[in-house]
């Protein structure tokens, strides 16, 4: 079955930097876009960033020019490098991909932005 394992969360100041890391099996990935949510609490779940098979980009405004996705394929592994965190980044990510007709999500990795 399909499993997105996250990884890579914590607690960081305001101003650093944490690089999330998503692996996954049960499915072809290279052939896959993946991407990167984040829930907030009291908030709907929002795109972060998302990486096509060919590596085309995209982001959700608020995090253009300070995160950067990437995949390793050799890997099966999404990245999501984050920089420059601010408080308001605080959520908890999610990683997630679409395999047939279906979603899947990972369980989520905590990212807390505090001084």
């Known amino acids: 079955q399909v499993q997105l394992v996250e990884s890579g969360g914590g607690l960081v100041q305001p101003g650093g930097s944490l690089r999330l890391s998503c692996v996954a099996s049960g499915i072809v990935f290279r052939i896959n876009a993946m991407g990167w949510s984040r829930q907030a609490p009291g908030m709907q779940r929002e795109l972060v960033a998302r990486?096509?098979?060919?590596?085309?980009?995209n982001y959700g405004d608020s995090v253009k020019g300070r995160f950067t996705i990437s995949r390793d394929n050799a890997k099966n592994t999404v990245y999501l490098q984050m920089n420059s965190l601010r408080p308001e980044d605080t959520a908890v990510y999610y990683c997630?991909?679409?395999?047939?007709?279906?979603?899947?999500w990972g369980q989520g990795t905590q990212v807390t932005v505090s001084s």
């Open positions: 990486i096509t098979s060919g590596g085309g980009t």
């Open positions: 997630n991909t679409v395999a047939g007709a279906n979603y899947y």
